[in-house]
C-alpha cells in the first residue's frame, strides 16, 4: 500500500493565486476587487481551489475579470473547472454580456 504525500501535486489557494495571468478572462464596464474560493471534495474530486482577480482597466470604466481554476490534486481527473461556470453566471447576474469571450490569457 503506498502513501501519498500531501504536498505532491496537491493546490492550495495560494497556489490558485499565483497563477494569476493563466486564467480564462472577460471584460465587464465595472469596478470591483479580488477574491478566493474553495471547493470541498465530493465522490469524484479532493476539491477545487479558485480564484476571481478583477482589475480595473487603466481609468476606463470597465473591470477585466480573471478566473483561476486549480483542483487540490493535480491527478484527479473529474473535478471541475469552475472558470466558464463562474464567468458565465456574472454574465448572467450582471444581465448583460461581456465585452470579449472568456479565452485563455494570451501567451499561457
Known amino acids: 500500500m503506498g502513501v501519498l504525500s500531501a504536498s505532491s501535486g496537491c493546490a492550495t489557494l495560494a497556489d490558485a493565486r499565483a497563477a ?7 471584460i465587464y464596464p465595472a469596478s470591483r476587487e479580488a477574491f478566493l474560493a474553495e471547493n470541498g471534495w465530493s465522490g469524484f474530486s479532493y ?21 483561476v481554476s ?5 491527478t484527479t481527473v473529474f473535478g471541475p473547472d469552475w472558470q466558464l461556470p463562474i464567468l458565465d453566471k456574472l454574465d448572467e447576474k450582471l444581465r448583460f454580456n461581456s465585452t ?5 490569457i494570451p501567451g499561457s
Open 47 to 67: 476539491g477545487e481551489r479558485v480564484a476571481v482577480f478583477v482589475d480595473a482597466m487603466n481609468g476606463e470604466p470597465r473591470t477585466r475579470v480573471e478566473v
Open 100 to 104: 470579449s469571450p472568456a479565452a485563455p
Open 20 to 26: 494569476k495571468g493563466t486564467g480564462l478572462a472577460r
Open 70 to 74: 486549480k483542483r487540490v490534486l493535480a
